[in-house]
C-alpha cells in the first residue's frame, strides 16, 4: 500500500491540481503516533494474545469448569431420589469473579489502577481546594485500525457476556446443549437404547413414549396430548410415526422426501414470506422438516446438560461450546427469532423431596436430569416470523452465503475506494478537511486528461455536485452500506469455516465433529427486511430484521432481575418460559441499546486515546479540551465518548416515537384499533420506511463521526480489490496491477518480545 501522499504529475499537467491520497498519508500517520506512543511517551500497549483473552475469556471460563452443583441421593419413603445441591461458596464467588473481570478488560481498555491509571491532586487557583482527577493509564490497540476498534469491542463483549454466563444466566443449573452419538444394532454407542426401542419398552411398562425422569414426563407433554407440529401432519404420517416409533428407521426417509418437496419451493416461499404482513408470517413460517445432513438412521440426538461429574475436558468442551453459542443455535436457551429445537422441560421437585433434602442444606436444589433426554426434529421450524430461515442443502447453504459474500465483497471495495474521495470518512467531521470542496476541480481536470481511475472520476463527480443536504444523505448511504456489508461478510465466511473447516474437514480427519456439519446449526444472520422493517418500522428494524447475535448478553442483567429477583412480575426459574410485562419488555430493549453503545464507545476509545496529547493552554490532569495528534481536534473526551452511547440511545427512543404517533395516526383515521387495516399496506410500508431511513440518517452522526474520527474506515477488509484491479477505481497511480493487493505487513499477527520480563508483557501480536 503506497505511503505517498502527493501523486506525481508530468510537466504536461503543470495547471492540475493537487492530488492527495489522504487515506495513505493519513494511515502512515496513524501508525507512527502509534509507534511513537508503543517506543516513547508510553501511552499504549499492543494488542496481545493470551494478556487481552484473560477477563474476556479465559477467567470465566475457568471458573465455569468448576462444577456448582453436587449429585446426591435423597431417600423418602423408600424411594431413592437423585438431586442436584448447589455449592453456595461456589456459587457466590461468581461475584468476586465478575469484579476481575470487569476490572481487568476496563483496565485494559482506560488504564485503570493497577494498568498504569493514577489518582493526582490539583490544588485550585486560590489553594483553597485540591481536586482529584483519576488520569488514566495505557490503553490497548494496534497499528492495524480496525483491530485497535476490535480491541475495544473485545473487553466491552467479554465483560457483558462474562457477567451474563458467570454471574446473571446460572446456565450451569438449567443450560442444555444437542449432541450426538452412534446408533449400534443393540442401543446407542453409549449402550443406551434407540429411541424406537425407548418407546417399544415404553409401551410394555405402560409408560408414556416422551421419556419420563423418576416417573414423571420431561418433555412437558403426556401420553394423552400430541405436540403442535403431530397435529399439523396427517393422519397416515402420524400413524406411521407410531408404528416405527418416532426415532425409527423410516423417519430419516420420511423427512427427506418432505425436503424434496420443500427444498424446490423454498426460495419462492422464502419471498413470499418476505412479502407477507408480519401478522401473517408466523401462520405460513411454521414448516417443521429436518435437512439433508441429520442422519437419524446413524446417530441418535439428545440433550446435554452440565456434566456434574464429568471430567475436566468434558467440562471444558461444554463451557467452551456454550460460551462461543451467542445466539443459542443448539442450545435450550436459544433465541425465538431463529429456528431452534423444543427443549425438554424439567418439572420441578416435589415439595416433599425438596424438604427432605434440605433438611441438612439450605442450597438451591434442582432435579437431576440423566444424559440422554431425546431430541425431537419434529418441531424444528424452516423459518421463523421474523423470517430467519436455514438451509436445507449444502447446496443452498453454500449458494446463498456465497452471493451475500460476493455482493458485500464489492460493496466493501467499492465504499473504500469511494471513502478515500471524502475527508470526512477519513478524519472525521472535524478534520482539516470538512467537506470535498477539491473534488469539482478535480473531476472538470481529470475529464480532460485522465487523472482518476473511471469509478473514482464518477464518484468524484457526483460527490461534487451534491449540495451540502444531498452530501450528508450520500454519506449517510455509504456508512450504513460499508456496516451491513462488513457484517453479511463476516458473519458469513464464519458460517462457511464453521461448516466446512471445523465440520466436514473434521470429520474426513477422523474428529468427533458433534453436528457442526449439520445445516439446521447455521440459521441466517438477518431476519426478512420487508416484513420486519417495512411492516414494523424501526422496532422491526434493530429487533427483527438486525442481527440478533448479542440479544442474549445485552437483555441478561433484566432478565436476571425478573427471574431471580422476582422483579417486574418475574419470579418463575430459569430457562423455563414466561410472559414478561410491558414493562420488563421496554426494560430489556433500553438496557440493550445502552450496552451496545458502550460497546461501540470503547471500541472508539481504543483507536484514539493514544493519540491525545493536552493542548497548551489546558490542564492534563483536567481532561479539558485536549487535542488530537491525528485530527488536530480538540474536544473533551467524555462528550466524544458518549456519542455513540447517545446514538443507540436515541434508537430506543425512536421506536418509543414511531410506536406513539403508529397510535395517534390509528385513532385519527379509523377511531379504533381495527380500523387500521383500512390504511392500504403500500401506504403503510412507505411510512415505515421513511421513518427508519429519515430516523437514522438524523442520529447517525453520533456514531458514524465517532467510527470516521477513529480511524476505522482507514482500514481496507478486502484483500484483493476488484475494482483496483480492473483499473476501475484508486486514487492516481492504483489501479491495473500495482495496488491491487490491499494487505501489508501490519495485517498480519506476529509474535511480540517486549521489554518486560512478565509474561503479561509478551505474546502474539494483533
Keep these: 500500500m503506497s505511503s505517498l501522499a502527493f501523486a506525481s504529475t508530468s510537466p504536461a499537467d503543470a495547471d492540475a491540481p493537487p492530488i492527495i491520497n489522504l487515506a495513505a498519508h493519513y494511515l502512515t500517520t496513524y501508525r507512527s503516533i502509534f509507534y511513537d506512543a508503543l517506543h516513547h511517551t508510553n501511552k499504549v500497549q499492543p494488542f496481545l494474545l493470551p494478556f487481552c483473552l484473560v477477563g474476556s475469556c479465559i477467567l470465566p471460563v475457568a471458573y465455569l469448569c468448576i462444577p456448582q452443583y453436587a449429585v446426591v441421593t435423597t431417600t423418602l419413603n423408600d424411594n431413592h431420589q437423585q438431586v442436584r445441591i448447589r455449592r453456595e461458596w461456589i456459587h457466590h464467588l461468581r461475584w468476586l469473579v465478575g469484579a476481575v ?27 483553597g481546594w485540591v481536586g482529584r482527577w483519576f488520569v488514566p493509564g495505557k490503553t490497548t490497540a494496534s497499528a492495524c485500525t480496525a483491530m485497535a476498534y476490535a480491541a475495544g469491542l473485545m473487553c466491552g463483549w467479554g465483560t457483558i457476556w462474562g457477567l451474563e454466563t458467570v454471574v446473571f444466566g446460572g446456565y450451569q443449573g438449567w443450560a442444555m446443549r444437542v ?16 429411541r424406537g426401542e425407548e418407546v417399544v419398552n415404553q409401551k410394555k411398562h405402560g409408560k408414556g413414549a416422551e421419556g419420563e425422569l423418576n416417573g414423571r414426563p420431561v418433555n412437558g407433554t403426556t401420553t394423552t396430548n400430541d405436540t403442535t407440529a403431530k397435529r399439523q401432519q396427517s393422519k397416515s404420517e402420524q400413524n406411521n410415526g407410531i408404528r416405527n416409533g418416532s426415532w425409527g428407521p423410516d423417519t430419516t426417509a420420511f423427512h427427506r422426501r418432505r425436503n424434496l418437496n420443500l427444498s424446490s419451493m423454498f426460495e419462492k416461499e422464502s419471498w413470499e414470506l418476505a412479502d407477507t404482513a408480519f401478522g401473517k408470517v ?47 443455535a443448539g442450545w435450550n436457551y436459544s433465541i425465538s427469532c431463529i429456528p431452534s429445537l423444543q ?23 434442582l432435579p437431576y436430569f440423566p444424559t440422554g433426554l431425546p431430541v425431537s426434529f419434529d418441531n424444528l421450524p424452516l423459518s421463523t416470523p421474523q423470517n430467519f430461515h436455514r438451509s436445507l442443502t449444502v447446496r443452498q447453504f453454500l449458494t446463498s452465503r456465497l452471493i451475500h459474500m460476493t455482493w458485500s465483497y464489492l460493496a466493501l471495495d467499492f465504499f473504500t475506494i469511494s471513502a478515500r474521495l471524502d475527508p470526512y470518512f477519513i478524519l472525521g467531521p472535524n478534520g482539516p478537511l470538512r467537506h470535498p470542496t477539491h473534488l469539482a476541480s478535480l473531476a472538470s481536470f481529470s475529464s480532460s486528461t ?86 414494523r418500522g424501526l422496532a422491526g428494524f434493530w429487533g427483527g430484521w438486525w442481527h440478533q447475535s448479542f440479544r442474549v448478553g445485552f437483555t441478561g442483567p433484566v432478565r436476571f432481575l425478573v427471574v431471580s429477583r422476582g422483579w417486574l412480575g418475574g419470579g418463575r426459574g430459569y430457562g423455563e418460559k414466561t410472559k414478561k410485562s410491558n414493562l420488563a419488555a421496554t426494560l430489556e430493549m433500553a438496557t440493550a441499546f445502552f450496552l451496545s453503545g458502550v460497546l461501540h464507545a470503547l471500541g472508539g476509545w481504543t483507536c484514539t486515546a493514544f493519540r491525545i496529547s493536552p493542548s497548551s493552554s489546558s490542564s492534563s490532569a483536567s481532561g479539558e479540551h ?20 447517545g446514538f443507540f440511545v436515541s434508537q430506543f427512543v425512536g421506536c418509543l416515537v414511531q410506536a406513539f404517533l ?93 521489554s518486560s520480563k512478565w509474561w503479561w508483557g509478551n505474546g502474539v501480536r494483533i
Design 626 to 645: 485536549l487535542h488530537d495528534l491525528l485530527t488536530g481536534e480538540q474536544r473533551n473526551r467524555l462528550p466524544v465518548f458518549f456519542e455513540p452511547v
Design 450 to 535: 485522465p487523472v482518476l481511475p473511471p469509478l473514482s472520476l464518477a464518484t468524484a463527480k457526483f460527490l461534487s455536485s451534491l449540495p451540502p443536504w444531498g452530501l450528508e444523505f450520500a454519506r449517510s448511504t455509504f456508512s450504513l452500506s460499508s456496516v451491513l456489508g462488513g457484517l453479511f461478510l463476516v458473519s458469513n465466511l464464519w458460517q462457511l469455516v464453521q461448516f466446512f473447516v471445523l465440520g466436514k474437514l473434521g470429520k474426513m480427519l477422523g474428529i468427533d465433529s458433534q453436528g457442526m456439519d449439520e445445516l439446521w446449526r447455521y440459521p441466517s444472520s438477518f431476519g426478512g427486511f420487508v416484513g420486519n422493517v417495512l411492516d
Design 282 to 328: 408466523a401462520p405460513k413460517g411454521q414448516r417443521w422438516t429436518v435437512d439433508e445432513t441429520v442422519d437419524l438412521d446413524k446417530y441418535e440426538y439428545y440433550w446435554e446438560p452440565y456434566p456434574d461429574q464429568g471430567t475436566v475436558w468434558e467440562r471444558l468442551d461444554w463451557v467452551m461450546d456454550m460460551f462461543n453459542s451467542f445466539r443459542g
Design 179 to 194: 449432541r450426538r452419538r452412534l446408533r449400534t444394532g443393540s442401543g446407542s454407542g453409549s449402550g443406551q437404547p434407540t
Design 343 to 365: 427443549p425438554p422441560v424439567i418439572p420441578r421437585l416435589p415439595n416433599s423431596i425438596t424438604a427432605a433434602a434440605s433438611s441438612s442444606s439450605s442450597s438451591q436444589i
Design 101 to 127: 473481570m470487569v476490572w481487568w478488560n476496563l483496565g485494559i481498555v482506560v488504564g485503570l489502577p493497577g494498568f498504569g491509571g493514577r489518582v493526582v491532586e490539583q490544588e485550585g487557583g486560590s489553594g
Design 662 to 754: 403508529a397510535v395517534v395516526l390509528r385513532n385519527l383515521v379509523g377511531n379504533g384499533k381495527d380500523k387500521m387495516t383500512e390504511i392500504p399496506r403500500w401506504l403503510k410500508r412507505t411510512g415505515n420506511g421513511l421513518f427508519v431511513f429519515l430516523w437514522l440518517h438524523w442520529t447517525r452522526w453520533m456514531l458514524i463521526d465517532d467510527m470516521a474520527r477513529s480511524g476505522l474506515f482507514l482500514f481496507e477488509p478486502v484483500p484483493v480489490s476488484v475494482f483496483r484491479l480492473l483499473g476501475l477505481g484508486g486514487m492516481p497511480g492504483e489501479g491495473g496491477t500495482r495496488d491491487w493487493w490491499r494487505l501489508d505487513g501490519e495485517y498480519v499477527p506476529g509474535l511480540w518480545w517486549g
